[in-house]
């Protein structure tokens, strides 16, 4: 089975919703229901719902729980990128939607006694959905947009239970309002909000850079709401009812207004995320009414949001490293400008694996708790902090274990460097290391090469040409990112470590790149693909060309140059090709090879694998 990784999510966004448009262009007001019977019933006026599909139509008394069925405690239901839970009335924890490895979940919302688990995959059957449970997890509906949505929220707006999203026909962006009707379960477009939305949309009126939840500005409990005019570079009021402008909101005239990120809003008061002149990230605190604006409290300046409630914001901040130490959570009220502190939260690396985020990655009200997900050495852990005895709780749920726990820990650091003027952040970077445990035979020498690899990464000062500093201002820092994804044993003998690297130095992007170790636990030796290959090269390069050509036939999306014939293609495979050219994944039963973006695709095609199995090779890796 073959597995694409995709570089960066928004790229492979744009190239499969292109993808997407060729298969069916027909608005979404003109779903067709499964059931051609109840298509011909149904009135005109009922054009524009979207009705679920057979399957979600049986017996009532089949959708109906049992008396033994635990119900949610408040529907706490907590979540990361790859799975949800929801916590019943004794406490105890229940899985009710994963994802594989070829997608994640982007969020959770629970909007009265149902649970909306917006998910997102790749690869070649890309697109974005929702599914819809109920109260006791069970799932009930699930709606698949006709082209992927961006940025989908679900809010609870006039007592409705409201969907919004973005998504583009042409690149031309389409705002969508959708009312969800949790008894008939369908899904009705909201013709007054979509005009509302796309009347913001016409008038480069924004929530955000790329923000369309206009629910939650709606819902705000200022008289009118607030948004930035990327066309003035403003920030304006706008009529609660007719999105009309009514007055433009002063801001400091030292914010970088062109740099603006994104706009919180509690009550009268905006949270501004910016950049000042020297590229350096800020937050403000304007005052709408009168257009006070001063630079945000230290502490909520340099922290991260997790959630607004009523006139505050819990934001959490980076004691130590980023992604290592104790990451502290504080309360953040915009009327005075002061930060409260709350709680603590110890975390330690654990790869790149896409279900752990380090740091603080859930953050959910039940009651008198907070539960949120840190991390420890084995993976993700959930506790709650209790607001009654300001105590946090012992581990109170794993949610993920690392698969390289029994023999391998992480380690991590970051760092920076200024332009020679001191004020200019020119470089920066975050490395992590894999150690083997003294468990394992081999670890010591095995530890001694990750360690140079490490060291040769650190940068302790990088110096940029006085030329680029200009540049740099309006990029962005130049910087490298290292992480470790998983590591396997394979048989008696091998083990295998997986790194990803993502660098930036200007430019539209960065690159994103893979590295695959193998050593040997007899030896300590790090070894490579011509150590252990059966064939020779000239054989290994025949069918790594042939398996490549193959694959171009059934996958010519992500190949450019199709006007080369196969033979062409073959003979320029088979000259680039040797026992080191490529990045080489090893597993249980084959070997991947890894083309990076811009080798034989586009840079969205992300990199471009082909698997070989051990007996092709004739290998036995697992002895």
């Known amino acids: 089975m073959r597995k694409r990784l995709l570089v960066l999510m928004l790229c492979g966004m744009a190239l499969m919703t292109a993808c997407q448009s060729k298969k069916d262009n027909k608005p979404e007001d003109e779903i067709e229901v499964d059931d051609e019977d109840e298509e011909e019933?149904?009135?005109d006026e009922d054009d524009d719902k979207v009705e679920p599909d057979d399957k979600d139509n049986e017996d009532d008394d089949k959708d109906k729980p049992e008396e033994s069925e635990k119900t949610l405690q408040g529907l706490t239901v907590l979540y990361d990128q790859q799975q949800a839970w929801f916590v019943d009335e004794n406490g105890e924890f229940h899985e009710f939607f994963s994802m594989d490895d070829e997608g994640l979940l982007v969020k959770c919302n629970v909007v009265d006694d149902n649970i909306f688990a917006i998910y997102e995959t790749w690869g070649e059957n890309y697109h974005t959905g929702i599914n819809v449970y109920d109260k006791n997890g069970k799932q009930i509906y699930e709606y698949i947009p006709e082209s992927p949505g961006y940025e989908t929220s679900v809010e609870k707006y006039d007592d409705k239970i409201m969907i919004a999203y973005q998504w583009y026909d042409n690149n031309d962006p389409t705002f969508t309002a959708l009312e969800f009707d949790p008894v008939n379960l369908t899904f009705t477009h909201n013709?007054?909000?979509?005009?509302?939305?796309?009347?913001?949309?016409?008038?480069?009126?924004n929530w955000g850079r790329y923000d369309v939840d206009i629910f939650e500005a709606l819902n705000n409990d200022s008289e009118n709401i607030y948004v930035y005019d990327t066309d003035g570079k403003e920030f304006r009021e706008l009529d609660r009812d007719t999105f009309d402008v009514v007055g433009t909101v002063a801001v400091n005239s030292d914010i970088a207004i062109e740099?603006?990120?994104?706009?919180?809003?509690?009550?009268?008061?905006?949270?501004?995320?910016?950049?000042?002149?020297?590229?350096n990230y800020r937050k403000y605190v304007v005052n709408a009414k009168t257009g006070d604006t001063v630079p945000a409290d230290e502490k909520f300046d340099k922290?991260?949001?997790?959630?607004k409630e009523d006139d505050h914001f819990y934001f959490y901040l980076p004691s130590s490293n980023f992604k290592t130490g104790n990451n502290e959570v504080y309360r953040f009220y915009p009327e005075t400008n002061k930060s409260e502190f709350v709680y603590s939260i110890p975390i330690v690396p654990c790869g790149a694996l896409s279900s752990i985020v380090s740091g603080v990655s859930g953050f959910y009200r039940?009651?008198?708790?907070?539960?949120?997900?840190?991390?420890?050495?084995?993976?993700?852990?959930?506790?709650?902090?209790?607001t009654k005895t300001d105590s946090i709780s012992e581990p109170v749920f794993r949610s993920t274990r690392l698969e390289y726990a029994d023999f391998m820990r992480v380690e991590g650091s970051e760092g920076k460097s200024m332009d020679s003027s001191g004020k200019v952040?020119?470089?920066?970077?975050?490395n992590e290391k894999p150690i083997i445990k003294d468990s394992i035979p081999g670890a010591a020498k095995i530890n001694e090469q990750l360690d140079t690899m490490y060291n040769n990464?650190?940068?302790?000062?990088?110096?940029?040409?006085?030329?680029d500093v200009e540049y740099i201002q309006q990029t962005g820092p130049y910087t490298s990112e290292f992480n470790v994804v998983g590591g396997k044993l394979l048989g008696s003998r091998y083990l295998t470590i997986e790194m990803s690297g993502y660098d930036y130095w200007g430019g539209a992007h960065g690159m994103g790149y893979n590295e695959y170790l193998l050593f040997d636990r007899n030896t300590g030796e790090q070894l490579h693909l011509a150590d252990i290959c059966g064939v020779d090269e000239d054989t290994f390069r025949r069918i790594l060309a042939a398996k490549t050509v193959e694959d171009r036939k059934t996958s010519e999306q992500y190949y450019a140059g199709e006007y080369e014939s196969e033979a062409d293609f073959f003979e320029i495979v088979y000259n680039d090709s040797s026992f080191t050219s490529w990045e080489v994944h090893f597993d249980e039963d084959h070997i991947t090879v890894e083309y990076p973006p811009y080798m034989y695709g586009p840079y969205a095609a992300g990199f471009i694998t082909i698997d070989i199995g051990y007996d092709e090779l004739n290998m036995d890796i697992n002895r």
Request: proline share 1%.
């Open 41 to 43: 019933e149904e009135d």
């Open 191 to 205: 013709e007054e909000l979509e005009a509302l939305g796309q009347k913001a949309r016409n008038n480069s009126l």
């Open 259 to 279: 740099n603006f990120s994104y706009i919180n809003a509690c009550g009268d008061y905006l949270i501004l995320d910016t950049y000042d002149d020297n590229f």
């Open 303 to 307: 922290g991260n949001i997790i959630e």
């Open 366 to 386: 039940a009651g008198d708790r907070i539960y949120f997900e840190t991390t420890d050495e084995e993976g993700a852990v959930w506790r709650y902090f209790d």
């Open 425 to 430: 952040v020119v470089y920066e970077y975050y």
């Open 457 to 467: 990464r650190i940068i302790d000062a990088y110096t940029v040409p006085d030329d």
